[in-house]
């Protein structure tokens, strides 16, 4: 099953700003990554997958 990054910080009980600190990042960045995953640097999407203990191609896409 593929999950978007707002789907998994929820599965997670994580807001935004939790989650931006805890990927050293600001608030609105990760917020611009659950609209456009596109926009994530290659390091960070593998942040996010250890963040969320998922596979890469667990991460869906929109």
Excluded: D
């Excluded at 990042?25 to 203990?53: D, M």
């Amino acid at each position: 099953m593929k999950y978007t990054p707002k789907e998994l910080r929820a599965r997670k009980g994580e807001t935004q700003k939790m989650t931006a600190k805890s990927l050293g990042i600001s608030y609105q960045t990760y917020c611009s990554w659950e609209k456009n995953l596109g926009k994530v640097p290659i390091s960070k999407v593998a942040a996010l997958c250890r963040h969320f203990n998922v596979e890469l191609s667990q991460i869906k896409y929109e």
